[in-house]
């Protein structure tokens, strides 16, 4: 089946920090793999993706890599602010049934000036 | 602007109640979805539906309806017999037919069973 691990939280990181959120997933095909970012009290905004393995998606200093070879999509960013301050989540996409995500359960960043 | 709109932001109701959260968008999408979100946990998917007049259950349907008669509305009904209805509703959409395709999140709806 289709499934998403990601690193739990909560992470606290000083600005300027480095962060990784680590994230692995099991699936049939070959899935899409994104990362959402959510706000408090808002829904979910895309952050970036990557459609096949060796790409790397990038937006706003983050990066993730899409590594088959270990089922991995880690979000990584140089130097964090305090208004990355969110929850991030990791997803998957199978082509078929109704393009279904899976996601991971989250992971809570705060980063402290 | 397109997107996808989701009212109310904030809905009280009392228990035995049953209650419909609205979902519109505006982007052409042909697939729609309903999550649910409680505090600390991820998505779990409710209901989709990939086309007018046609839904599929997801991993928690039970105690909740859908209907899709237009390609921009996918209304969730939560009925009294949804056990725990207090949660975080989040509508998306999508195009349908590539797993690259990313869904598109509404503001969500905070639903609150007194």
């Known amino acids: 089946g289709n499934s998403v691990t990601q690193m739990e939280g909560p992470v606290t990181l000083s600005e300027e920090a480095f962060l990784t959120i680590n994230c692995t997933y099991t699936a049939t095909g070959y899935p899409s793999l994104f990362w959402y970012v959510q706000y408090p009290g808002e829904g979910l905004q895309l952050l970036l993706k990557a459609t096949k393995a060796d790409d790397k998606g990038s937006n706003k200093g983050f990066e993730a890599t899409y590594r088959k070879e270990t089922t991995s999509f880690h979000l990584e960013k140089g130097s964090v602010q305090v208004s990355d301050s969110a929850v991030y989540f990791c997803a998957l996409s199978t082509a078929g049934t109704g393009n279904q995500f899976y996601f991971g359960t989250g992971t809570s960043l705060t980063v402290i000036p | 602007d397109g997107g996808i709109t989701q009212s109310p932001k904030y809905l009280f109701r009392k228990e035995g109640q049953n209650v419909t959260l609205s979902c519109e968008q505006n982007?052409?999408?042909?697939?729609m979805y309903w999550y649910r979100q409680d505090p600390g946990q991820g998505l779990r998917l409710i209901y989709y539906?990939?086309?007018?007049?046609?839904?599929q259950k997801g991993d928690i349907a039970e105690g909740y309806s859908v209907s899709r008669e237009k390609k921009e509305s996918f209304p969730l009904t939560v009925t009294s017999a949804q056990k725990n209805p207090t949660a975080f509703y989040l509508c998306?959409?999508?195009?349908?037919?590539?797993?690259?395709?990313?869904?598109?999140f509404g503001p969500g709806t905070r639903l609150t069973v007194l």
């Open positions: 998306a959409s999508s195009i349908y037919g590539y797993s690259g395709n990313e869904q598109f």
């Open positions: 539906s990939q086309i007018v007049n046609d839904f």
């Open positions: 982007l052409n999408h042909d697939a």
